[in-house]
């Protein structure tokens, strides 16, 4: 009964720790958008409407990206070919940028003023940070790029891992941003986490080079 359970979670963790791993390691970027969310915990002010808002968003982009990006490339094999390999030239650049930060002197203390207002208009502002960044919609390509290698059952349980990430990552930086606040001000901790994303986008980028797409 053991060797039965193995033989069927083994396929089913595999796209859903690809998702949560490849969301996690390109939302922790401190950008703006999470700031405006480690600013509004730190002040406990509209915490739960920003988390969810932040959340739903992402995952709204982020299916947009898995099944669309998905669908396009699946009636064309020769542009899953190309962006497998500009997919795989961006994870690398971008785990050699998180290994220099790493390397250098990582984030450094992040500023926690600027939270007050009212709620429509920290709502605005999250809106805006979120859907005016154009990095965001290179993100939202390259997760449905490798989103894209899978097929099926496959494609869903990478897209839950995606949106886990998202989930547990702007509830614990918004609910535990007071609680994290003397350590997130420490640059060892920075170099820490560019260090995990420089490797696990390294990783990445060497699975979308040698394995085969689920193309169809």
Not at 79 to 95: D, K, P
Not at 99 to 105: K, P
Not at 160 to 183: D, K, M, Q
Request: proline share 3%.
């Amino acid at each position: 009964m053991s060797a039965d359970v193995s033989q069927f979670l083994t396929p089913a963790l595999e796209p859903l720790g690809q998702g949560f791993a490849l969301m996690a390691s390109l939302i922790v970027a401190i950008g703006a958008q999470n700031a405006l969310v480690l600013r509004q915990g730190l002040a406990r002010s509209h915490v739960a409407a920003v988390v969810a808002f932040c959340t739903a968003s992402d995952w709204l982009l982020t299916a947009a990206g898995i099944f669309g990006v998905g669908a396009l490339v699946a009636r064309s094999p020769d542009l899953l070919q190309g962006l497998r390999y500009g997919g795989a030239v961006f994870l690398a650049v971008y785990a050699l940028r998180a290994a220099r930060s790493a390397w250098r002197d990582g984030a450094g203390a992040l500023s926690a003023a600027g939270a007050g207002g009212g709620l429509a208009g920290t709502l605005a502002t999250a809106g805006a940070m979120t859907y005016l960044n154009p990095h965001v919609y290179l993100d939202v390509m390259l997760v449905g790029l490798v989103g894209a290698r899978h097929a099926g059952v496959s494609q869903w349980l990478f897209a839950g891992g995606a949106a886990l990430a998202s989930a547990l990552w702007f509830a614990g930086l918004g609910f535990g941003a007071a609680w994290a606040a003397p350590w997130l001000g420490r640059p060892w901790v920075w170099r820490a986490i560019d260090a995990l994303v420089a490797l696990l986008m390294a990783v990445l980028a060497i699975q979308l080079i040698l394995q085969s797409p689920q193309v169809g």
